[in-house]
Protein backbone atom coordinates (compact mmCIF):
# COMPACT_ATOMS: atom_id res chain seq x y z
CA UNK A 1 0.00 0.00 0.00
CA UNK A 2 2.81 2.26 0.80
CA UNK A 3 4.37 2.33 -2.24
CA UNK A 4 1.47 2.55 -4.25
CA UNK A 5 0.55 5.78 -2.80
CA UNK A 6 4.84 6.88 -2.55
CA UNK A 7 5.17 5.33 -6.16
CA UNK A 8 8.45 3.33 -6.57
CA UNK A 9 10.69 6.22 -5.15
CA UNK A 10 9.39 7.32 -2.29
CA UNK A 11 12.24 9.26 -0.97
CA UNK A 12 11.96 11.46 -4.05
CA UNK A 13 8.35 11.62 -3.26
CA UNK A 14 8.48 12.87 -0.16
CA UNK A 15 11.67 15.52 -0.67
CA UNK A 16 9.36 16.67 -3.63
CA UNK A 17 6.40 17.10 -1.28
CA UNK A 18 7.16 20.50 0.23
CA UNK A 19 7.73 22.36 -3.28
CA UNK A 20 4.18 20.46 -4.39
CA UNK A 21 2.45 21.79 -1.11
CA UNK A 22 4.20 25.22 -2.41
CA UNK A 23 2.73 25.06 -5.92
CA UNK A 24 -0.28 23.99 -5.07
CA UNK A 25 -0.66 27.33 -2.27
CA UNK A 26 1.01 29.68 -4.08
CA UNK A 27 0.00 29.11 -7.40
CA UNK A 28 -2.20 26.41 -8.05
CA UNK A 29 -5.13 27.66 -5.61
CA UNK A 30 -5.02 31.01 -6.29
CA UNK A 31 -5.65 30.84 -10.27
CA UNK A 32 -8.44 27.90 -9.43
CA UNK A 33 -10.11 31.06 -7.34
CA UNK A 34 -9.42 33.38 -9.83
CA UNK A 35 -11.17 30.91 -12.44
CA UNK A 36 -14.41 31.01 -10.07
CA UNK A 37 -14.29 34.25 -9.80
CA UNK A 38 -14.02 35.06 -13.28
CA UNK A 39 -17.49 33.85 -13.59
CA UNK A 40 -19.55 35.28 -10.78
CA UNK A 41 -20.04 39.04 -9.84
CA UNK A 42 -17.44 39.56 -7.31
CA UNK A 43 -16.47 42.00 -4.95
CA UNK A 44 -14.79 43.25 -1.90
CA UNK A 45 -16.95 43.19 1.52
CA UNK A 46 -15.91 44.21 5.10
CA UNK A 47 -14.00 40.92 6.67
CA UNK A 48 -16.75 38.68 7.93
CA UNK A 49 -19.56 39.59 5.85
CA UNK A 50 -21.55 37.03 3.88
CA UNK A 51 -22.40 38.43 0.66
CA UNK A 52 -23.69 36.27 -2.66
CA UNK A 53 -21.42 36.22 -5.48
CA UNK A 54 -24.06 35.22 -8.43
CA UNK A 55 -22.80 33.22 -11.47
CA UNK A 56 -23.16 35.42 -14.48
CA UNK A 57 -21.35 33.44 -16.85
CA UNK A 58 -19.20 34.99 -19.29
CA UNK A 59 -20.03 39.14 -18.90
CA UNK A 60 -16.69 39.87 -16.99
CA UNK A 61 -15.10 37.99 -20.43
CA UNK A 62 -17.15 40.21 -22.63
CA UNK A 63 -16.38 43.15 -20.92
CA UNK A 64 -12.58 42.57 -20.68
CA UNK A 65 -12.38 42.23 -24.44
CA UNK A 66 -14.54 45.52 -25.12
CA UNK A 67 -12.57 47.54 -22.71
CA UNK A 68 -10.80 49.97 -24.68
CA UNK A 69 -8.01 49.94 -21.54
CA UNK A 70 -7.56 46.59 -21.88
CA UNK A 71 -6.94 46.54 -26.01
CA UNK A 72 -4.66 49.55 -25.36
CA UNK A 73 -2.40 47.38 -22.95
CA UNK A 74 -1.99 44.67 -24.79
CA UNK A 75 -0.88 46.86 -27.72
CA UNK A 76 1.52 47.96 -25.41
CA UNK A 77 3.10 44.72 -24.62
CA UNK A 78 3.09 44.01 -28.03
CA UNK A 79 5.64 47.48 -28.31
CA UNK A 80 7.43 45.41 -25.71
CA UNK A 81 7.68 42.15 -26.51
CA UNK A 82 8.87 43.05 -30.25
CA UNK A 83 11.47 45.20 -29.42
CA UNK A 84 12.37 43.27 -25.86
CA UNK A 85 12.64 39.99 -27.27
CA UNK A 86 14.65 40.09 -30.02
CA UNK A 87 17.34 42.54 -28.79
CA UNK A 88 17.18 40.40 -25.26
CA UNK A 89 17.87 37.27 -27.34
CA UNK A 90 20.73 39.07 -29.59
CA UNK A 91 22.32 40.96 -27.15
CA UNK A 92 22.57 38.35 -24.41
CA UNK A 93 23.96 35.52 -27.15
CA UNK A 94 26.62 38.04 -28.70
CA UNK A 95 27.59 38.96 -25.04
CA UNK A 96 27.55 35.54 -23.47
CA UNK A 97 30.00 34.22 -26.69
CA UNK A 98 32.29 36.98 -25.91
CA UNK A 99 33.02 36.87 -22.44
CA UNK A 100 33.40 32.58 -22.94
CA UNK A 101 36.49 34.11 -25.41
CA UNK A 102 37.55 36.57 -22.66
CA UNK A 103 40.75 35.93 -21.14
CA UNK A 104 41.70 38.93 -18.90
CA UNK A 105 38.56 40.41 -15.83
CA UNK A 106 36.25 37.39 -17.37
CA UNK A 107 35.01 37.64 -13.62
CA UNK A 108 34.51 40.62 -13.46
CA UNK A 109 32.54 41.18 -16.40
CA UNK A 110 30.17 38.31 -15.37
CA UNK A 111 29.71 40.15 -12.47
CA UNK A 112 28.63 43.32 -13.83
CA UNK A 113 26.35 42.58 -16.64
CA UNK A 114 24.54 40.31 -13.37
CA UNK A 115 24.15 42.75 -11.01
CA UNK A 116 21.67 44.86 -12.51
CA UNK A 117 19.47 41.92 -12.50
CA UNK A 118 19.66 41.30 -8.59
CA UNK A 119 19.25 44.62 -7.87
CA UNK A 120 15.94 45.50 -6.80
CA UNK A 121 14.06 47.65 -9.62
CA UNK A 122 12.95 50.61 -7.14
CA UNK A 123 16.70 51.12 -6.75
CA UNK A 124 17.89 51.49 -10.40
CA UNK A 125 14.76 53.25 -11.50
CA UNK A 126 15.89 56.56 -9.88
CA UNK A 127 18.64 55.98 -12.40
CA UNK A 128 17.04 56.05 -15.62
CA UNK A 129 14.32 58.59 -14.59
CA UNK A 130 17.52 60.76 -14.17
CA UNK A 131 18.51 59.64 -17.17
CA UNK A 132 15.51 60.41 -18.74
CA UNK A 133 13.71 62.80 -17.57
CA UNK A 134 13.59 66.02 -19.55
CA UNK A 135 16.24 67.77 -18.03
CA UNK A 136 18.12 64.48 -18.04
CA UNK A 137 21.60 63.64 -18.99
CA UNK A 138 20.02 62.16 -22.46
CA UNK A 139 18.26 65.02 -23.55
CA UNK A 140 21.28 67.61 -22.39
CA UNK A 141 23.71 65.19 -24.62
CA UNK A 142 21.08 65.59 -27.60
CA UNK A 143 19.88 69.10 -27.16
CA UNK A 144 17.66 70.10 -29.69
CA UNK A 145 17.44 66.85 -30.99
CA UNK A 146 16.01 65.72 -27.86
CA UNK A 147 12.20 64.55 -28.42
CA UNK A 148 9.25 67.32 -27.51
CA UNK A 149 7.61 65.44 -25.01
CA UNK A 150 10.43 64.07 -23.11
CA UNK A 151 10.88 60.10 -23.75
CA UNK A 152 8.58 58.99 -20.52
CA UNK A 153 5.99 61.38 -20.95
CA UNK A 154 5.63 60.92 -24.76
CA UNK A 155 2.87 58.67 -25.82
CA UNK A 156 5.19 57.35 -28.99
CA UNK A 157 8.37 56.42 -26.90
CA UNK A 158 7.38 55.57 -23.21
CA UNK A 159 6.93 51.98 -23.77
CA UNK A 160 10.33 51.44 -26.03
CA UNK A 161 12.27 53.01 -23.18
CA UNK A 162 10.77 50.45 -20.71
CA UNK A 163 11.26 48.25 -22.96
CA UNK A 164 15.17 49.07 -23.50
CA UNK A 165 15.48 49.28 -19.48
CA UNK A 166 13.49 45.80 -19.06
CA UNK A 167 16.84 44.05 -21.61
CA UNK A 168 19.36 46.19 -19.66
CA UNK A 169 18.39 45.31 -16.03
CA UNK A 170 17.30 41.18 -17.41
CA UNK A 171 20.32 40.59 -19.22
CA UNK A 172 23.11 39.46 -17.00
CA UNK A 173 20.20 36.64 -16.41
CA UNK A 174 20.22 35.74 -20.14
CA UNK A 175 23.75 35.55 -20.59
CA UNK A 176 24.44 33.25 -17.59
CA UNK A 177 22.27 30.95 -19.61
CA UNK A 178 23.94 30.79 -22.73
CA UNK A 179 26.90 30.85 -20.89
CA UNK A 180 25.90 27.60 -19.32
CA UNK A 181 24.71 26.16 -22.98
CA UNK A 182 28.36 26.97 -24.50
CA UNK A 183 30.54 24.91 -22.27
CA UNK A 184 28.64 21.87 -23.86
CA UNK A 185 29.69 22.94 -27.23
CA UNK A 186 32.07 20.75 -28.42
CA UNK A 187 35.71 23.05 -29.75
CA UNK A 188 36.10 19.95 -32.50
CA UNK A 189 33.38 20.88 -34.32
CA UNK A 190 34.91 24.88 -34.16
CA UNK A 191 37.53 23.10 -35.26
CA UNK A 192 36.35 21.22 -38.01
CA UNK A 193 34.55 24.47 -39.40
CA UNK A 194 37.89 26.82 -39.45
CA UNK A 195 39.58 23.57 -41.33
CA UNK A 196 36.97 23.43 -43.72
CA UNK A 197 37.65 27.51 -43.97
CA UNK A 198 34.98 29.03 -42.07
CA UNK A 199 35.86 32.65 -40.76
CA UNK A 200 34.20 34.33 -37.47
CA UNK A 201 30.61 34.69 -38.28
CA UNK A 202 30.26 31.83 -40.37
CA UNK A 203 31.08 29.34 -37.22
CA UNK A 204 29.03 31.61 -34.96
CA UNK A 205 26.14 31.27 -37.63
CA UNK A 206 27.15 27.49 -38.42
CA UNK A 207 28.08 26.04 -34.89
CA UNK A 208 27.26 28.32 -32.28
CA UNK A 209 23.66 29.24 -32.97
CA UNK A 210 22.60 25.65 -33.66
CA UNK A 211 24.81 24.36 -30.84
CA UNK A 212 22.53 27.24 -28.15
CA UNK A 213 19.45 26.24 -29.70
CA UNK A 214 17.73 24.48 -26.72
CA UNK A 215 18.82 27.98 -24.53
CA UNK A 216 17.38 29.76 -27.28
CA UNK A 217 14.20 28.65 -26.74
CA UNK A 218 14.48 28.76 -22.58
CA UNK A 219 15.88 32.90 -23.33
CA UNK A 220 12.73 33.49 -25.60
CA UNK A 221 10.22 32.20 -23.57
CA UNK A 222 11.00 33.22 -20.23
CA UNK A 223 11.25 36.73 -22.16
CA UNK A 224 7.61 36.39 -23.26
CA UNK A 225 6.87 35.59 -19.87
CA UNK A 226 8.74 38.39 -18.13
CA UNK A 227 7.06 40.47 -20.75
CA UNK A 228 3.61 39.35 -20.11
CA UNK A 229 3.89 40.04 -16.30
CA UNK A 230 5.39 43.41 -16.97
CA UNK A 231 4.44 45.37 -13.91
CA UNK A 232 6.88 47.30 -11.70
CA UNK A 233 8.57 49.21 -14.11
CA UNK A 234 5.64 50.92 -16.16
CA UNK A 235 4.22 51.72 -12.49
CA UNK A 236 7.18 52.90 -11.24
CA UNK A 237 8.87 54.99 -14.50
CA UNK A 238 5.48 56.24 -16.22
CA UNK A 239 3.52 57.28 -13.27
CA UNK A 240 0.68 54.27 -12.93
CA UNK A 241 1.28 53.61 -16.26
CA UNK A 242 1.11 56.76 -18.01
CA UNK A 243 1.53 59.03 -20.16
CA UNK A 244 -2.95 58.34 -21.34
CA UNK A 245 -2.13 54.54 -20.56
CA UNK A 246 0.38 54.46 -23.27
CA UNK A 247 2.57 52.79 -20.90
CA UNK A 248 0.05 50.41 -18.93
CA UNK A 249 0.76 46.98 -19.24
CA UNK A 250 -2.42 44.02 -18.74
CA UNK A 251 -1.15 43.13 -14.86
CA UNK A 252 -0.73 46.97 -14.30
CA UNK A 253 -4.30 47.11 -15.91
CA UNK A 254 -5.84 44.32 -13.36
CA UNK A 255 -3.70 46.15 -10.31
CA UNK A 256 -6.00 49.13 -11.44
CA UNK A 257 -9.37 47.73 -12.08
CA UNK A 258 -9.25 45.49 -9.31
CA UNK A 259 -7.39 47.01 -6.44
CA UNK A 260 -7.49 50.51 -7.22
CA UNK A 261 -11.09 50.75 -8.28
CA UNK A 262 -12.49 47.39 -7.23
CA UNK A 263 -13.30 45.51 -9.39
CA UNK A 264 -11.71 41.95 -8.86
CA UNK A 265 -14.04 40.02 -10.98
CA UNK A 266 -13.25 42.18 -14.14
CA UNK A 267 -9.19 41.53 -12.94
CA UNK A 268 -9.49 37.79 -12.65
CA UNK A 269 -10.87 37.39 -16.11
CA UNK A 270 -8.30 39.68 -17.30
CA UNK A 271 -5.70 37.65 -15.79
CA UNK A 272 -7.27 34.12 -16.90
CA UNK A 273 -7.20 35.52 -20.30
CA UNK A 274 -3.22 36.81 -20.27
CA UNK A 275 -2.23 33.26 -18.81
CA UNK A 276 -3.99 31.48 -21.53
CA UNK A 277 -2.86 33.89 -24.11
CA UNK A 278 1.22 33.47 -22.70
CA UNK A 279 0.46 29.85 -22.64
CA UNK A 280 -0.64 28.81 -26.63
CA UNK A 281 2.72 31.33 -27.76
CA UNK A 282 4.98 29.95 -25.30
CA UNK A 283 3.30 26.33 -27.00
CA UNK A 284 3.60 27.75 -30.65
CA UNK A 285 7.16 29.13 -29.73
CA UNK A 286 8.22 25.33 -28.51
CA UNK A 287 6.75 23.87 -31.93
CA UNK A 288 8.23 26.13 -34.08
CA UNK A 289 12.06 25.94 -32.86
CA UNK A 290 11.58 22.07 -32.74
CA UNK A 291 10.36 21.63 -35.96
CA UNK A 292 13.50 23.86 -36.61
Do not use: C
Request: without cysteine; neutral net charge.
Amino acid sequence: MKGAVLGRHPVGMILAAPYAVYLAVIFAYPFGFAIWMSFHDYFFAAPGAIVDHPFIGLDNYRAVLTDPGVRQAFGNILVFLVINVPLTTALALLLAVALNKAVHARTFLRVAFYVPYVTASVAVVGVWLFLFNSEGLVNTVLGPLAPDPSWLVNERLAMPVIALFVTWKQLGFFILLYLAALQNVSKELYESAAVDGAGTWHRFWSVTVPAVRPATALVVILALITGANLFTEPYLLTGNGGPNGASASPVLVMYQRGLQQGEPDFAAALGVLLVIGVLVVAFINRRLIERD
